[in-house]
């Protein structure tokens, strides 16, 4: 199930992205530890977990059918990527994806990525230890041709600016009508 995320700000250079939250913790027994630092609520100051990388742990690419765009109802790609953090810093991720339309497993990283923007996941500082960032990319036939296979690479970064490496996965794009492609 997912849901908009109302504290997320859409960045400019990327107009037809929505960015959507679909899950934000792994469920498992977390230790909350009794060596914790105590956490001062006056206290406004950077929140610093250990200071582990993040893992990009997974990356689904798929039709996400019709979705209300700004300019209408079209069909929509679903670009979801997991990361996962031992720090538990992913209370804020951000998530940044490159792509092409050769599915050969390789995408050049080099230039500048589409970056999500950053979203707050979680409330409590160093408690989340899994989050997964989806982004909806309007298909279009310009930007996105309709029923093509796309290949995305992906990082995410942690609430520390720690990046992961970089995970591959590609999808095909829906038809016209939201059908699959
Ligand atoms: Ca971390
Ligand atoms: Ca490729």
């Given at each position: 199930m997912l849901r908009a995320f109302p504290g997320l700000v859409f960045p400019?250079?990327?107009?037809?992205a929505l960015a959507l939250l679909s899950a934000a913790c792994t469920g498992e027994a977390k230790d909350?530890?009794?060596d914790a630092p105590p956490i001062n609520q006056d206290d406004t100051s950077v929140v610093t977990c250990a200071g582990t990388a993040p893992v990009a742990s997974e990356l689904v690419v798929e039709n996400y059918g019709l979705y209300p765009f700004e300019d209408g109802d079209a069909p929509a790609l679903k670009v979801a990527a997991t990361g996962t953090d031992d720090d538990g810093d992913l209370h804020r991720m951000d998530l940044v994806v490159w792509w092409d339309?050769?599915?050969?497993?390789?995408?050049?990283?080099s230039g500048e990525g589409t970056t999500s923007g950053i979203i707050a996941?979680?409330?409590?500082?160093?408690?989340?230890?899994a989050a997964t960032y989806a982004l909806l990319f309007e298909?279009?036939?310009?930007?996105f041709d309709y029923a093509t296979a796309y290949e995305f690479a992906a990082e995410v970064y942690d609430d520390a600016g720690l990046v992961s490496g970089q995970i591959v996965a590609d999808g095909v794009t829906p038809n016209m009508d939201g059908s699959d492609g």
């Open positions: 400019a250079v990327l107009p037809l909350t530890g009794s339309d050769v599915v050969d497993g390789a995408v050049d990283t996941m979680d409330p409590d500082p160093c408690g989340t230890f298909v279009d036939g310009i930007r």
